[in-house]
């Protein structure tokens, strides 16, 4: 140890600045037992309190060490190496600054000594922060929202130094206080400076000279402008992370179309928004835009593979290129625009700066990024400063189905509009929809907040796990990625050709192969593909970009829709005069859509959308079986040029916009066989996706769906009441139920969970134990419909099923078991938030059982090979590494709900720490095949475990170099039990 020990404490000074009163003491000694916990102590005695020089320096750098591995659980960072690097930055940083600009939090000077003077306590400047998160060690590991917690410790530090040198109780007190209420809190917010707001999450404005500079680009982000009445911004800064929860952080699209087309930036091209970024997110966000505005390159068309093998022998053919070349925007030379034009990219220099400037406007915007921090600079002067680092954090979203919609019940052939408008429009969802057929739904672009949606309403996933994609603008395809790293692997259905333009844009964005998130379904162009029992035909539409329409037949009823396009006949006459289009694609073009019962039909600004004089050009007969959409009005009358040049004023009939909504479906009439066949199909889906029965054979299910009858329950009426014999199962069809456990004295109590259409309960009745009694109260919160079945019946059927019904019994006893603590503790870490009811289960069922562990206990030994993923039931745990001479160094404090092994998991590797119990633990573990089951259902887990992979690859990596680097370790646990 030599010179890293500490000088030996006094008798005199056991504790802080010890008083006779006893409640101070105890104080004292409460935030010398949370130091102790980390292993680690500071000396606040007066040797050091009114000291000066290096020594003073060491102890408060001591202390915001203790203080930071309090708040974050980082125990690598509590070494002598560290305390002296914060101490020298501390030093130096106030020899650069004077005596009397050290500091500049505003603390006053202790009222019992002019020697303890301001510059000893840690500044609270960004320029310090700064220099504390480039010390190696620190920045070894990827904290969440670093810079705020360095923020919050550096407060947190200075007011314990300040209370105890003030021999002030209150003060002493509220830092406890913090430090208790405090812990693990971090990463909730970024750490924030100046003159910046919130706009939306994770993306922040600066409202300079020039206009307000953007960080972070969500979907749809020039909508929240118009919304808030803002003007769109044209400057925007891309965050280190441009993909984060599920979320393109990186859609330049609309901000450029709103910049080059509404504002005229083709004209002046001081209007083309700037984009700063590193040369690497600038290329990639380029790859996004070039699909969405240019389309695939000659080589990835692929229509030569995708047109019906009968559709190409009678002539059909898409010359997709050269229909793009068409309705692409040419510059002033005739030439199609490149990229540059649209935009200007402004990479950060060598040393991390960008110049913001406009010719009309005297002075610069200066924008600064330290390692993800950004400071912004008007003409010289520091203005504010933002921390853009994203790293995994918990993200809780509660959603109760609302009354309103959860007695919906779906029809047999329909349609549910989730938006009709367009990407400019601030008051209403862009257009997309639910095709319903035989009570399950296909998606047809959703916007991108129809997953929140849905579950708002109480439909489940999985009875809408297929998408229609039709093209790759941003507002048809953001949705798409939402949806798919929301939850259960879903089918996408497209051609080959946007389907690739697609994974292009968004590995660009995410740095994935979206490919392995879900499985794709190749459609052919001509042809007729069946999904879920309707016939769909699918044509590529007129448009800048290859987009799909369709026609969807079920029951002797048609539903077409048009996607994007430009349909104009007196356009196509011409295109065929020119030889860019067949005789047999023009005839197509004009009429595909128009022999359907229903017609969906897009409008926007020609020359890539359909004009609402075009389409009230139709024959009545027409319009009245059409819905506009990609609209945000209908005007009573428009203006129309005539063919001699003449405009004339002519009255809009019979073109509506469909109202949006569950309660507004649109329901296609298909007979009594059909709505027969759709209502046990839906009842039958329902049946086979609860989990307890997802391994039994067709006999038995089909013996279920026999026996199990159809009962209703009003609103408030108590469908089961907990301590009653379990004597039926129930199945929810529609309607919202809440699940409630009872206080002591018998009264409602807590909320427990809520049931909405597909959930199920009462699954105590189908355990092979007799008379086992309800753990719960189910209340009827509206009406409710429900499949039932009693415990006979059930049991009389499955017993046939071989080993079914032992194997269901475990499942129930398994889920029961576990259920709770999956509910309330794990659903609160970054992987596993957010889980709805069926993950729940499946995980519940999927962990092995409880393991007592003893304190001392080596739970995973560095370098060994085995591959399960654990998780803390209770207790707490340390993670331990090894350097080049054998040395163990704590690294981190796991406690109860966390997991742990999760990177040998995923990459075979062998485990790169020890994992050691801090006292009695309970864990439970997850074995390899398990979880590997689990990650290839649920793509939301799948997503998170990369990001998580991913993190702990980047400082496992900085980790082993900083053990090279670091000299020796202290040991302070002896001498700090010496002090308690």
């Not at 050091?48 to 309090?70: A, H, I, M, N, P």
């Not at 009245?624 to 009005?633: E, G, N, R, Y």
């Not at 998780?871 to 331990?880: A, F, T």
Request: charged fraction near 25%.
């Amino acid at each position: 140890e030599g010179e890293d020990r500490l000088p030996p404490a006094k008798s005199d000074h056991l504790v802080m600045n010890p008083m006779t009163n006893q409640k101070y003491d105890r104080l004292e000694r409460d935030v010398l037992l949370l130091f102790q916990d980390v292993g680690w102590i500071s000396r606040f005695d007066d040797d050091v309190l009114y000291s000066s020089g290096e020594f003073v320096y060491q102890e408060v750098s001591r202390t915001f060490l203790g203080v930071l591995s309090l708040e974050s659980n980082i125990r690598f960072i509590l070494t002598e190496e560290v305390c002296r690097s914060v101490a020298e930055v501390h030093r130096d940083f106030v020899r650069r600054r004077g005596d009397n600009q050290g500091h500049k939090g505003g603390h006053p000077a202790s009222p019992t000594s002019d020697s303890f003077r301001k510059y000893e306590l840690l500044p609270e400047d960004t320029e310090f922060i700064i220099e504390i998160a480039r010390i190696s060690a620190i920045a070894a590991i990827q904290i969440p929202n670093a810079y705020d917690l360095f923020h919050r410790s550096i407060l947190l530090t200075n007011e314990l130094i300040l209370a105890i040198q003030e021999n002030d109780h209150e003060k002493l007190e509220d830092v406890k206080l913090k430090f208790i209420e405090c812990r693990n809190q971090h990463g909730e917010k970024p750490y924030i400076w100046g003159n910046l707001r919130s706009k939306e999450k994770n993306t922040y404005l600066f409202d300079s000279f020039i206009g307000p500079v953007q960080v972070g680009i969500p979907p749809e982000t020039i909508k929240k402008s118009m919304a808030n009445g803002d003007p769109v911004p044209q400057v925007y800064v891309l965050p280190p992370k441009m993909f984060a929860d599920a979320m393109n952080y990186g859609e330049i699209e609309f901000p450029i179309y709103f910049n080059f087309f509404i504002k005229k930036a083709f004209v002046n091209p001081e209007n083309r928004i700037m984009i700063v970024g590193d040369l690497d997110q600038l290329n990639r966000v380029r790859t996004t835009f070039k699909e969405s505005i240019h389309g695939p390159d000659p080589d990835n068309i692929f229509t030569h593979e995708e047109i019906d093998p009968q559709a190409a022998a009678n002539g059909y053919n898409v010359d997709l290129e050269k229909e793009m070349l068409e309705l692409a925007h040419k510059n002033s030379a005739g030439q199609v625009a490149p990229i540059e034009d649209y935009a200007n990219f402004i990479p950060w220099d060598s040393s991390g700066r960008a110049v913001i400037k406009r010719s009309n406007l005297e002075g610069e915007l200066v924008i600064i990024n330290n390692c993800g921090l950004l400071q912004f600079y008007e003409n010289g002067k520091y203005c504010a400063a933002l921390d853009t680092n994203f790293y995994p954090t918990v993200n809780k979203i509660p959603v109760e189905p609302n009354d309103l919609n959860c007695t919906f019940e779906p029809p047999s052939f329909g349609i549910t509009f989730l938006g009709t408008s367009h990407g400019f429009d601030p008051h209403a969802n862009t257009t997309g929809f639910i095709l319903w057929i035989n009570g399950n739904g296909i998606m047809v672009d959703p916007p991108t907040s129809t997953t929140r949606y849905l579950k708002e309403n109480g439909i489940k996933e999985n009875f809408i796990n297929r998408i229609i994609l039709t093209h790759c603008h941003s507002d048809h395809d953001s949705g798409l990625l939402v949806k798919i790293l929301d939850g259960e692997r879903i089918e996408v259905y497209t051609t080959k050709t946007i389907n690739e333009s697609y994974k292009r844009k968004m590995s660009a964005i995410t740095g994935l192969d979206l490919q392995d998130f879900y499985d794709f379904k190749p459609v052919p162009i001509g042809g007729i593909v069946n999904i879920l029992g309707a016939d769909f035909e699918f044509d590529y539409s007129y448009h800048s970009i290859p987009t799909v329409r369709f026609k969807a037949t079920y029951g002797g009823k048609t539903i077409s829709y048009s996607a994007d396009t430009l349909y104009d006949p007196e356009v196509y006459t011409n295109l065929k005069q020119k030889g860019i289009i067949s005789r047999e694609r023009e005839n197509s073009l004009r009429m595909f859509l128009f022999d359907a019962d229903l017609i969906i039909h897009e409008s926007g600004v020609p020359p890539i959308h359909t004009s609402i004089a075009i389409l009230n050009d139709l024959p009545t007969i027409t319009k009245k079986k059409m819905l506009v959409v990609h609209c945000q009005h209908i005007s009573e009358k428009i203006e129309k040029t005539l063919s001699n040049g003449t405009k004339v004023t002519v009255p809009v009939h019979h073109l509506r916009i469909p109202a949006a909504g569950l309660e507004n479906t649109v329901t296609l009439a298909v007979g009594g066989i059909q709505e027969g066949y759709s209502k046990a199909a839906c009842r039958l889906k329902m049946i086979s996706s609860i989990f307890f029965f997802r391994q039994i054979s067709p006999i038995s299910l089909y013996g279920l769906f026999d026996a199990m009858v159809e009962v209703e329950a009003k609103e408030g009426e108590v469908i089961i009441h907990e301590g009653a014999t379990s004597n039926f199962f129930f199945i929810l069809i529609c309607g919202k139920a809440h699940v409630y456990e009872s206080e002591s004295d018998g009264t409602r109590g807590a909320l427990v969970n809520v049931l909405r259409r597909g959930d199920f309960f009462g699954e105590n009745a189908l355990r092979s134990s007799q008379n086992v009694p309800r753990c719960a109260s189910v209340v009827a919160m509206t009406r409710c419909k429900l499949l039932k079945i009693g415990t006979r019946n059930f049991k009389s059927i499955i017993e046939k099923d071989g080993l079914q019904e032992i194997r269901i019994d475990f499942d129930i006893s398994r889920v029961t078991t576990n259920r709770s603590f999956i509910t309330k503790v794990l659903s609160n870490t970054y992987l596993f938030q957010n889980l709805d009811r069926d993950h729940v289960n499946t995980i519940a069922s999927m962990l092995e059982e409880e393991v007592v562990v003893p304190k001392g206990r080596m739970i995973i030994r560095e370098g060994d090979t085995d591959v399960s993923l654990y998780i803390l039931k209770e207790g707490s745990v340390r993670l331990e590494r090894k350097d080049d001479r054998g040395f163990s160094w704590e690294i981190m404090h796991l406690e109860k709900g966390t997991m742990f092994g999760e990177m040998s998991l995923i990459t075979g590797s062998p485990r790169t720490c020890s994992v050691v119990a801090n006292e009695e633990c309970r864990i439970l573990e997850l074995k390899h095949r398990s979880f590997e089951k689990l990650l290839k259902h649920y793509q939301n887990l799948k997503f998170r475990l990369v990001v998580l992979v991913e993190q702990r690859l980047k400082e496992n990596q900085n980790i082993a170099q900083e053990l090279k680097l670091t000299r020796t370790a202290l040991n302070t646990r002896p001498l700090l039990n010496n002090m308690i």
